[in-house]
T-cell receptor, first 109, second 114 residues
Framework: GQNIDQPTEMTATEGAIVQINCTYQ??????LFWYQQHAGEAPTFLSY??LDGLEEKGRFSSFLSRSKGYSYLLLKELQMKDSASYLC??????????WGAGTKLIIKP | DVKVTQSSRYLVKRTGEKVFLECVQD?????MFWYRQDPGLGLRLIYF???????EKGDIPEGYSVSREKKERFSLILESASTNQTSMYLC?????????????FGEGSRLTVL
């Protein structure tokens, strides 16, 4: 079967750096997405990786290794507003999105 | 500002009632999706549509139906609500094509079935 794994919950300190990992096993691969979802709100798009390597966008970066079935989202200079759930999703060989259960990130002062 | 709007943020219904959840997008997107989101599970696709009057079953279509009479509107229907359909329902839209980019989500409709 197809599977996306991410940690259920992580805690980090304001101003620090945190890395949220996502491993996947899918039938084919056509890209990986990261979304942010604040409690009670809609998920919003953060990043998209289809080739190996690091994509940087301000304080957020996303990395992909297709050979390892692995991605991470790196958040730098953490702010309290970064407290949210982070969802990893993989587009499989049939171009269907497979979603992880999400990682709840708690930022402490 | 692009927007996906869901008709109701919170609904409480009784078992056996018919439930309509409406979703409207103003981005002229061809693709529209209905997901449900439950704690500890990833988003699960109920139905999607690539064009007006088109619909495709997702991973968990049982107990649900959809309607897309206009490009901007995609409705989810629970013909006879059951307690196991208590969930957060998310509508999303995207541009056309298999390699369409990001999904734009509505804020969700939290349904409780008593």
């Amino acid at each position: 079967g197809q599977n996306i794994d991410q940690p259920t919950e992580m805690t980090a300190t304001e101003g620090a750096i945190v890395q949220i990992n996502c491993t996947y096993q899918t039938s084919g691969f056509n890209g990986l997405f990261w979304y942010q979802q604040h409690a009670g709100e809609a998920p919003t798009f953060l990043s998209y990786n289809v080739l190996d390597g690091l994509e940087e966008k301000g304080r957020f970066s996303s990395f992909l290794s297709r050979s390892k079935g692995y991605s991470y989202l790196l958040l730098k200079e953490l702010q309290m507003k970064d407290s949210a759930s982070y969802l990893c999703a993989v587009r499989d060989g049939n171009y269907q999105l497979i979603w992880g259960a999400g990682t709840k990130l708690i930022i402490k002062p | 500002d692009v927007k996906v709007t869901q008709s109701s943020r919170y609904l409480v219904k009784r078992t056996g009632e018919k439930v309509f959840l409406e979703c409207v997008q103003d981005m002229d997107h061809e693709n529209m999706f209905w997901y449900r989101q439950d704690p500890g599970l990833g988003l699960r696709l109920i139905y999607f549509s690539y064009d007006v009057k088109m619909k495709e079953k997702g991973d968990i279509p049982e107990g649900y139906s959809v309607s897309r009479e206009k490009k901007e509107r995609f409705s989810l229907i629970l013909e006879s609500a059951s307690t196991n359909q208590t969930s957060m329902y998310l509508c999303a839209s995207s541009l056309s094509g298999r390699e369409a980019g990001e999904l734009f989500f509505g804020e969700g409709s939290r349904l409780t079935v008593l």
